[in-house]
T-cell receptor, first 114, second 115 residues
Framework: AQSVTQLGSHVSVSEGALVLLRCNYS??????LFWYVQYPNQGLQLLLK??????LVKGINGFEAEFKKSETSFHLTKPSAHMSDAAEYFC????????????FGKGTTLSVSS | DADVTQTPRNRITKTGKRIMLECSQT?????MYWYRQDPGLGLRLIYY???????NKGEISDGYSVSRQAQAKFSLSLESAIPNQTALYFC??????????????FGEGSRLTVL
């Protein structure tokens, strides 16, 4: 069975600092991996996705993630945090071959202080 | 207008009541899903449907049922609501032409409180 583990339920950074949100996955087949963001009182919005093309994936709002098969990781980064980045972030994995629904991690809340 | 619309957005009900959450979409997607979000637990899959005649249980289907009335409509029912079903519920869709990647498009959520 597939799963994702997000390390750290809450991450706090200062404005302008590096953002690093960690995600490790478990999958018996080549995975597709996603990061979604949820702003307060809103639904989830896709940030970026890895679908077996380039291992470094660039998304919206300056975020990027790198797929590392050897480490079974897909960590999300942003060089310089902005106040507007404060939100909850979810890592998710899908099993393409089974065609089933996304499996989500438990989420990481990002706080940004001035 | 939103591509994936959920109604109601907020609902407070009492234990034992029957509740229906509705989802409609204008994206033309065949695949629809219901997830539940709880603080600290992320999103968990309740039911999903790959077309009108196909309904599948997810991770936490007990206490829930669904109806796929049309390609564009997918309803979630709680036959007899209980307090631990208090949560934020999300409907989502995916496009068969890109569903291999699993990308989902979400509604804005329905917050349900069971007293």
């Amino acid at each position: 069975a597939q799963s994702v583990t997000q390390l750290g339920s809450h991450v706090s950074v200062s404005e302008g600092a590096l953002v690093l949100l960690r995600c490790n996955y478990s999958s018996s087949v080549p995975p597709y991996l996603f990061w979604y963001v949820q702003y307060p009182n809103q639904g989830l919005q896709l940030l970026l996705k890895y679908t077996s093309a380039a291992t470094l994936v660039k998304g919206i709002n300056g975020f990027e993630a790198e797929f590392k098969k050897s480490e079974t990781s897909f960590h999300l980064t942003k060089p310089s945090a902005h106040m507007s980045d404060a939100a909850e972030y979810f890592c998710a994995v899908s099993d393409n071959q089974a065609g089933t629904a996304l499996i989500f991690g438990k989420g990481t809340t990002l706080s940004v202080s001035s | 207008d939103a591509d994936v619309t959920q109604t109601p957005r907020n609902r407070i009900t009492k234990t034992g009541k029957r509740i229906m959450l509705e989802c409609s979409q204008t994206k033309g997607h065949d695949r629809m899903y219901w997830y539940r979000q709880d603080p600290g637990l992320g999103l968990r899959l309740i039911y999903y449907s790959f077309d009108v005649k196909d309904i599948n249980k997810g991770e936490i289907s007990d206490g829930y049922s669904v109806s796929r009335q049309a390609q564009a409509k997918f309803s979630l029912s709680l036959e007899s609501a209980i307090p631990n079903q208090t949560a934020l519920y999300f409907c989502a869709t995916s496009d068969p032409s890109t569903s291999a990647t699993g990308e989902l498009f979400f509604g804005e959520g329905s917050r349900l409180t069971v007293l």
